[in-house]
């Protein structure tokens, strides 16, 4: 079986059995402002263990929140879960945007590493190793967020508790995040720093 994600030596967390996950090995579609409800609210918030998420662009997606007037963005999402001792793992492909690097120099919440990797173009979400969407909608307002439905982008993508699916796709996770593909890639002129974390130094 291929291995789970990264762990210290201490026993490993275990996530409790997920309360919204489809049936293990059924795969369910996931179509437009569906992306929302399932995979931001009904998964990234419910996060109890580990959060894995490969995205091209990572952009401040911001999140309303029911009983506030005021959305919030992914990232104090990030914040809260990684307060909580949720472990999570972010690997993009873009620059992220200027909002979210501004949010990132002012403190890089605990819990929460980066990795960008210029070849990635994979949009998937891992929860807890237990429930997972992969698909085709970036960690955006248009792709994963709230967007109204003549904003958004046109994205699909699957639902799954499939341990199948979801150990092939941590496997090719881990082997870009840890990298594994770095020696045999011909575009690292693109990436001077294999896997560099974005750099989060104030400007002056």
């Not at 079986?1 to 795969?27: D, I, L, N, Q």
């Not at 609210?41 to 911001?62: E, H, R």
């Not at 796709?169 to 990298?179: H, K, R, S, Y």
């Amino acid at each position: 079986m291929p291995p789970r994600r990264p762990r210290s030596a201490a026993t490993p967390k275990v996530a409790p059995p997920p309360s919204s996950a489809s049936p293990r090995g059924e795969v369910e579609l996931v179509r437009g402002k569906e992306h929302f409800q399932k995979v931001v609210l009904d998964g990234i918030q419910k996060a109890k263990v580990s959060l894995d998420i490969a995205t091209a662009d990572f952009k401040a997606m911001l999140v309303p929140q029911p009983g506030r007037r005021r959305a919030i963005s992914i990232l104090e999402v990030f914040r809260s879960l990684a307060d909580r001792g949720v472990e999570i793992r972010i690997l993009h492909s873009g620059v992220p945007s200027n909002p979210i690097l501004h949010e990132l120099r002012r403190a890089l919440p605990t819990g929460l590493t980066i990795r960008r990797c210029p070849r990635l173009h994979a949009k998937a979400v891992i929860i807890d190793c237990q429930r997972m969407y992969l698909g085709s909608a970036n960690l955006t307002g248009a792709g994963l967020g709230a967007k109204g439905e003549h904003k958004r982008n046109f994205e699909m993508g699957i639902w799954t508790a499939s341990p199948t699916l979801m150990d092939a796709v941590l496997e090719q996770f881990n082997a870009i995040w840890e990298g594994q593909m770095c020696p045999t890639c011909l575009r690292r002129n693109l990436c001077p720093v294999p896997l560099e974390e974005p750099d989060l130094a104030p400007r002056k």
